[in-house]
């Protein structure tokens, strides 16, 4: 079916890289580039995943085996929006296929939350994980009390990375600008909040147990806020949660001491106002009861130290090259967004799911694509060629699957002894190495 499509993907994450899995192996002879605004490839994998969870990271091996295809081309640094737009992408190939994630932290709309020292979880993992735009943008980790807003994986990252030793992260790839600001910092305490109770937390176990190897801190959790004897209606549901319970019970046996750092587990409180002058001294936070499922205020307020607050909240796509954004993805229905031009991963359903997720996703969407687009391509689309032809006018120095295999060797080759690589974190850095070789 679509046999000889000229496909563009927009974004090399898991949900473009999926979906070029899909139609590499259902659509015969279809020509597809995978588009990227950055020089590396595969989204997330590199920039959202925890330097530390090296393994997670090794999908992208399948990733590779998609890139090695001959009809698959990865073309690097070329930003849609700015580089390119729609109605270009459009006038060179039969389809286009958006998979540019969900970029934009949302928003806690709290009095205080554009002071110094407040962040987005986005902003703040893609500054330890090395994303060339956020190279610089935290400037220091002086801090003695963090918060980090969230009940999910991502905020159990958060918490854990900046509690991290050098002994600890030396089989990770963290960034050596991060590297630097967590392993000096004067960091005491890092609670981490969550609105409704333990039970509702959408922490996975194994992270959740991660946190009891940490090298210099104490777990902490309040025993009274931990249900006894829960049951769900959805077996697996239940198994989760009751492991995540007996992990917490034994968190709540453990109390503050002089010669450890506290990761406290906190919850029931919703974030109210973030204090201070230019800089964040402290959050008030209120005090949550659960009524039907829903954490509802109780009226007390607390305020808590915090000269850090992190807050992963979740993610939205926000407007870029005129796609039609609602609800903060891209307005689609099953991923259709109008003739030849769809969405998938991240950009079609929001933040939710874990890496695997977006492959059926993706396939599904390909089978959508193939069913609209039976009768094959149009000749007077250029496809490849054109994109060539344009960015060569437009000087875009693009980026191939070959250029990114030698940033790749080169950041391997520079790590140290037990890290897989040290990342290059400029983007001009990365263009510089091509340019020499
Ligand atoms: C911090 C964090 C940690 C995570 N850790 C895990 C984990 O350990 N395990 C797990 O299963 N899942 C994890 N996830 C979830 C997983 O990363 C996502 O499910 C997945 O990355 C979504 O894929 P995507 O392709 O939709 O988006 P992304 O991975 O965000 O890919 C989007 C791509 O589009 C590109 N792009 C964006 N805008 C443009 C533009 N204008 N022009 C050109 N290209 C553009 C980006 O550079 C990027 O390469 C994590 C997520 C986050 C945020």
Same mark, same amino acid.
């Given at each position: 079916?679509?046999?000889?499509?000229?496909?563009?993907?927009?974004?090399?994450?898991?949900?473009?890289?999926?979906?070029?899995?899909?139609?590499?192996?259902?659509?015969?002879?279809?020509?597809?580039?995978?588009?990227?605004?950055?020089?590396?490839?595969?989204?997330?994998?590199?920039?959202?995943?925890?330097?530390?969870?090296?393994?997670?990271?090794?999908?992208?091996?399948?990733?590779?085996?998609?890139?090695?295809?001959?009809?698959?081309?990865?073309?690097?640094?070329?930003?849609?929006?700015?580089?390119?737009?729609?109605?270009?992408?459009?006038?060179?190939?039969?389809?286009?296929?958006?998979?540019?994630?969900?970029?934009?932290?949302?928003?806690?709309?709290?009095?205080?939350?554009?002071?110094?020292?407040?962040?987005?979880?986005?902003?703040?993992?893609?500054?330890?994980?090395?994303?060339?735009?956020?190279?610089?943008?935290?400037?220091?980790?002086?801090? $003695? +009390? /963090?918060?980090?807003?969230?009940?999910?994986?991502?905020? !159990? &990252?958060?918490?854990?990375?900046? %509690?991290?030793?050098? =002994?600890?992260?030396?089989?990770?790839?963290?960034?050596?600008?991060?590297?630097?600001?967590?392993?000096?910092?004067?960091?005491?305490?890092?609670?981490?909040?969550?609105?409704?109770?333990?039970?509702?937390?959408?922490?996975?176990?194994?992270?959740?147990?991660?946190?009891?190897?940490?090298?210099?801190?104490?777990?902490?959790?309040?025993?009274?806020?931990?249900?006894?004897?829960?049951?769900?209606?959805?077996?697996?549901?239940?198994?989760?949660?009751?492991?995540?319970?007996?992990?917490?019970?034994?968190?709540? $046996? +453990? /109390?503050?001491?002089?010669?450890?750092?506290?990761?406290? !587990? &906190?919850?029931?409180?919703?974030? %109210?106002?973030?204090? =201070?002058?230019?800089?964040?001294?402290?959050?008030?936070?209120?005090?949550?009861?659960?009524?039907?499922?829903?954490?509802?205020?109780?009226?007390?307020?607390?305020?808590?130290?915090?000269?850090?607050?992190?807050?992963?909240?979740?993610?939205?796509?926000?407007?870029?090259?005129?796609?039609?954004?609602?609800?903060?993805?891209?307005?689609?229905?099953?991923?259709?967004?109008?003739?030849?031009?769809?969405?998938?991963?991240?950009?079609?359903?929001?933040?939710?799911?874990?890496?695997?997720?977006?492959?059926?996703?993706?396939?599904?969407?390909?089978?959508?694509?193939?069913?609209?687009?039976?009768?094959?391509?149009?000749?007077?689309?250029?496809?490849?060629?054109?994109?060539?032809?344009?960015?060569?006018?437009?000087?875009?120095?693009?980026?191939?699957?070959?250029?990114?295999?030698?940033?790749?060797?080169?950041?391997?080759?520079?790590?140290?002894?037990?890290?897989?690589?040290?990342?290059?974190?400029?983007?001009?850095?990365?263009?510089?190495?091509?340019?020499?070789?």
């Amino acid at each position: 079916m679509g046999a000889g499509l000229k496909v563009a993907i927009i974004g090399s994450g898991p949900a473009g890289m999926y979906t070029a899995g899909a139609l590499n192996t259902k659509c015969a002879g279809c020509e597809i580039d995978i588009l990227d605004k950055l020089a590396t490839p595969y989204g997330l994998i590199r920039t959202g995943v925890a330097p530390d969870h090296q393994t997670t990271k090794n999908v992208s091996r399948a990733y590779d085996k998609i890139m090695e295809n001959g009809n698959v081309r990865f073309v690097g640094n070329v930003s849609f929006g700015d580089d390119i737009s729609l109605e270009t992408l459009q006038s060179l190939y039969d389809v286009v296929v958006f998979a540019i994630g969900t970029p934009k932290d949302r928003s806690l709309g709290i009095e205080g939350e554009d002071k110094n020292g407040v962040f987005g979880a986005q902003t703040f993992v893609y500054w330890y994980n090395g994303h060339p735009e956020f190279r610089d943008a935290v400037p220091h980790l002086e801090v $003695e +009390n /963090a918060i980090v807003i969230g009940n999910g994986n991502v905020a !159990l &990252d958060v918490a854990r990375v900046i %509690l991290s030793t050098e =002994g600890e992260m030396q089989a990770s790839d963290l960034v050596d600008h991060a590297g630097q600001h967590i392993f000096d910092s004067p960091l005491k305490s890092v609670r981490i909040v969550g609105r409704r109770g333990p039970e509702h937390a959408q922490f996975s176990t194994k992270e959740l147990g991660e946190l009891k190897d940490l090298e210099t801190a104490t777990v902490i959790t309040d025993p009274e806020l931990l249900p006894r004897n829960f049951t769900h209606e959805d077996a697996k549901t239940e198994k989760k949660v009751k492991n995540n319970l007996a992990l917490l019970e034994a968190y709540s $046996e +453990n /109390a503050p001491s002089e010669d450890k750092r506290s990761l406290y !587990l &906190d919850f029931l409180l919703t974030p %109210l106002e973030a204090v =201070g002058d230019e800089q964040i001294r402290s959050l008030k936070l209120e005090v949550n009861r659960i009524e039907n499922g829903n954490a509802v205020g109780t009226g007390e307020v607390i305020e808590v130290p915090c000269d850090l607050l992190v807050t992963c909240i979740g993610y939205e796509l926000t407007n870029v090259g005129g796609l039609p954004v609602e609800n903060g993805v891209v307005k689609n229905t099953d991923g259709r967004v109008s003739d030849g031009l769809y969405v998938v991963g991240w950009a079609k359903r929001g933040p939710s799911g874990t890496i695997g997720t977006n492959r059926i996703d993706s396939q599904n969407v390909v089978d959508l694509i193939l069913e609209d687009h039976c009768g094959g391509p149009d000749p007077e689309k250029p496809g490849s060629a054109g994109l060539d032809k344009y960015c060569k006018e437009n000087q875009i120095h693009t980026v191939s699957f070959e250029d990114w295999q030698k940033i790749n060797q080169a950041e391997q080759d520079r790590a140290g002894d037990e890290s897989p690589r040290k990342k290059f974190v400029r983007k001009r850095d990365m263009l510089t190495l091509l340019s020499e070789d």
